[in-house]
């Protein structure tokens, strides 16, 4: 099982900047894709960024540019650096690992992000 903790949510002014973590422990395969996704209130929960283990990147259009996503595979850590946050980038933020061998796909429990206008 998989376990994916994350960390660095909280509450900003329009233009300033979070940076999000996310660790995961249990039994990860090597090779998988980590990301993150946000849910606002009656909204779908949409792919903000991911990142494979071998480093190749995705991110949503509406954070290209301002969103930065990176890993540290030796800590099976996942972190996304966000800069110059609007208040429509307020959401909950999940984190999410998909196992390249099985398919398998976990979340972790969320941080909240809020931007102020």
């Known amino acids: 099982q998989v376990q994916l903790v994350e960390s660095g949510g909280g509450l900003v002014q329009a233009g300033g900047s979070l940076r999000l973590s996310c660790a995961a422990s249990?039994?990860?395969?090597?090779?998988?894709?980590m990301g993150w996704y946000r849910q606002a209130p009656g909204k779908q929960r949409e792919l903000v960024a991911r990142?494979?283990?071998?480093?190749?990147?995705d991110y949503a259009d509406s954070v290209k540019g301002r969103f930065t996503i990176s890993r540290h595979n030796a800590k099976n850590t996942v972190y996304l650096q966000m800069n110059s946050l609007k208040p429509e980038d307020t959401a909950n933020y999940y984190c999410?690992?998909?196992?390249?061998?099985?398919?398998?796909?976990?979340w972790g429990q969320g941080t909240q992000v809020t931007v102020s206008s």
């Open positions: 999410n690992l998909l196992e390249g061998s099985t398919g398998s796909g976990y």
């Open positions: 249990g039994s990860i395969f090597s090779i998988n894709t």
């Open positions: 990142i494979t283990s071998f480093g190749s990147t």
